[in-house]
């Protein structure tokens, strides 16, 4: 049973879709935003490009980070949270006049699925299937889920299946944003060692040495990497842990101030508060999804 993440009013989808904890709200902006509070944490989750607004376990400080100057507008990517950068990550590779990170954050997603697990989880599966205008901007025939879990871990399970008859390529992200006491005591641990493209050094490819530390303008894809990451944030006292499936790249992004103040949807003065480390598949990470096939990225945050 689905219903539209706009038509259909957040009554209905309380009515169809009632479960202990889970409540569908008009939120920021008038989007439906689906409110789930269980015995092991609260979260938001936005049927504008199935983006998670919140995630914070019992006795946690918020974990994901949304900008004060977000926009919650219908076709706009929000700022923050954990957009779904689908079917392909950045830039297109070949036209420029199509959006970045692919159309899949800014489009409404339905809701397919509410429920409990085991362990007192709640899980929340949102849809998306190809359209005249998804197939105007990528010409292929897919169904999308996004399947969030709740509970001591968030689990964020991007599965795109290819319901056309020719294999399709893709790239992506989920692209989150996590809130840090002061980004000048962060430390993200995982990807010592490894080869990154640096955006902000015209892409020439560098190798990490030791955590990665943010003193400026920070847009790094770290390549050929499955390995957790554990964001050390000294200003609040906590560890992050960022764990992965279906993802061979790992984004760590940082606007600083200049970036910062170019971003209509970024408050000035944001940058200190937040790191994004996102589970890609990017650069050479591509994706082929034969026909009847399905793909899974995975990311799965929780606190140490
Ligand atoms: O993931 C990092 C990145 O690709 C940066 O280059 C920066 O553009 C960021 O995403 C945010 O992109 P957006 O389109 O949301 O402003």
Known sequence: MTATGTGTSVDSLNALFKTPGVAFVSGPGGLTVAEIANAHAEARVALLGATVLAFAPRGQKPVIWVSRDSRYTPGKAIRGGIPICWPWFGDHPSDAGKPA???????????????????????????????????????????????????PVLEVDLVVRNTGDAPFTCTGALHSYFGVGDI?????????????????????????????????????????TNADCVIDDGGWQRKIRVAKRGSDTTVVWNPWIEKARQLADFGDDEYHEMICVETTNAADDQITVPPGAEHHLVTRISVE
């Not at 409990?116 to 929340?124: I, Y």
């Not at 990528?138 to 169904?143: E, G, I, Q, V």
């Not at 050094?201 to 530390?213: C, D, E």
Request: hydrophobic content about 40%.
């Open 184 to 224: 000048g005591r962060v430390r993200v641990h995982g990807l010592d060692g490894l080869e990154y493209i640096d955006k902000v050094a015209r892409f020439q490819r560098f190798a990490q040495s030791g955590p990665v530390t943010i003193t400026g303008e920070t847009d790094r894809i770290y390549l050929g």
């Open 101 to 151: 990170h692919g159309f899949a954050r800014t489009a409404d997603w339905t809701v397919s699925g509410v429920d409990q697990t085991a362990d007192g989880s709640t899980r929340v599966r949102l849809g998306l299937g190809d359209s005249a205008a998804t197939r105007a901007l990528w010409p292929h025939a897919f169904a999308a889920e996004t399947i969030v879990t709740v509970g």
